[in-house]
């Protein structure tokens, strides 16, 4: 089957591995500037790097159906930049999943394949997609919603070693951000992580810093620009996460679930 997803973000990603792996043809689009701050784990860096590798999974910058077809020969994943994305009247893929993440729908329509799913809030099962899963941290974290919409957003990152909010690291400024650290360093709360133009951003909690933007994202004051992990694991900044696992599980089974129904 083919599957389009919309969005390569740390979380897409985390889907695009397990279809990847469990034999689907994986096509993911992104914006040509990509947001990412768990750049690590995420298809996104291909975008400005031409590969990226996701554990065990390379995705490949295409350009063209014809970039795609032979990315997918070479049992890769295929990333293009398409906003929009044109590429799903071409491709005419099987599955699409949205999961960009902009906790409202931006133009995903249940007419858009046989099968179309929602990642988190912003879509309604049986209006604008066939199946919702749940992004929110928690006991319902990667079910399938058949009826209904996802927890609302609550604008409250989920608890993560004691702290919710604390272990984000947002622009202090509008401008170009600039990282003092890498991915991976173990930083101290307080200690500078980067720059908002010429204003400096400062950790808010200690731990590994295990997402960041890469240099030259413009940012706004307050935009997400990187994320501390507590638990100070740095090889969990080179692993798909626990929510991204979730997340992808809930996809599979929200595919299989729907050829099921469908073949009954």
């Known amino acids: 089957?083919?599957?389009?997803?919309?969005?390569?973000?740390?979380?897409?990603?985390?889907?695009?591995?397990?279809?990847h792996r469990c034999g689907f043809s994986v096509v993911m689009t992104d914006i040509a500037i990509p947001t990412t701050v768990r750049r690590t784990v995420a298809f996104s860096r291909?975008?400005?790097?031409?590969?990226?590798?996701?554990?065990?999974?390379?995705?490949?910058?295409?350009?063209?159906?014809?970039?795609?077809?032979?990315?997918?020969?070479?049992?890769?994943?295929?990333?293009?930049?398409?906003?929009?994305?044109e590429i799903r009247t071409i491709w005419k893929p099987d599955v699409v999943v949205d999961s960009i993440l902009a906790k409202v729908n931006l133009g995903t329509s249940i007419t858009d394949a046989d099968i179309v799913i929602g990642v988190g809030p912003g879509f309604t099962a049986g209006n604008d997609c066939h199946v919702v899963v749940e992004t929110k941290r928690g006991h319902n974290l990667g079910r399938c919603i058949w009826e209904g919409?996802?927890?609302?957003?609550?604008?409250?990152?989920?608890?993560?070693?004691?702290?919710?909010?604390?272990?984000?690291?947002?622009?202090t400024a509008d401008g170009i951000f600039k990282g003092a650290v890498t991915i991976?360093?173990?930083?101290?709360?307080?200690?500078?992580?980067?720059?908002?133009?010429?204003?400096?951003?400062?950790?808010?909690?200690?731990?590994?810093?295990?997402?960041?933007?890469?240099?030259?994202?413009?940012?706004?004051?307050?935009?997400?620009?990187?994320?501390?992990?507590?638990?100070?694991?740095?090889?969990?900044?080179?692993?798909?996460?626990?929510?991204?696992?979730?997340?992808?599980?809930?996809?599979?089974?929200a595919i299989l679930n729907s050829k099921k129904k469908r073949i009954s």
Do not use: W
């Open 1 to 19: 089957m083919k599957v389009l997803i919309k969005g390569a973000g740390d979380l897409a990603s985390g889907i695009g591995c397990r279809l």
């Open 46 to 85: 291909a975008v400005y790097e031409n590969t990226a590798l996701v554990e065990d999974v390379e995705g490949v910058l295409c350009h063209n159906a014809e970039d795609i077809q032979a990315a997918l020969i070479k049992d890769k994943v295929a990333v293009i930049v398409d906003e929009t994305c």
């Open 149 to 171: 919409s996802a927890f609302p957003n609550t604008g409250v990152p989920g608890v993560i070693g004691g702290y919710d909010k604390e272990r984000i690291i947002r622009a």
């Open 184 to 253: 991976g360093t173990v930083v101290e709360k307080g200690q500078l992580v980067g720059y908002s133009g010429t204003e400096p951003v400062y950790a808010l909690v200690g731990g590994v810093v295990r997402g960041l933007l890469q240099d030259g994202v413009p940012v706004h004051f307050g935009m997400k620009s990187g994320d501390i992990d507590p638990r100070g694991v740095v090889e969990s900044c080179y692993t798909v996460s626990d929510k991204a696992s979730a997340i992808g599980g809930g996809v599979l089974e």
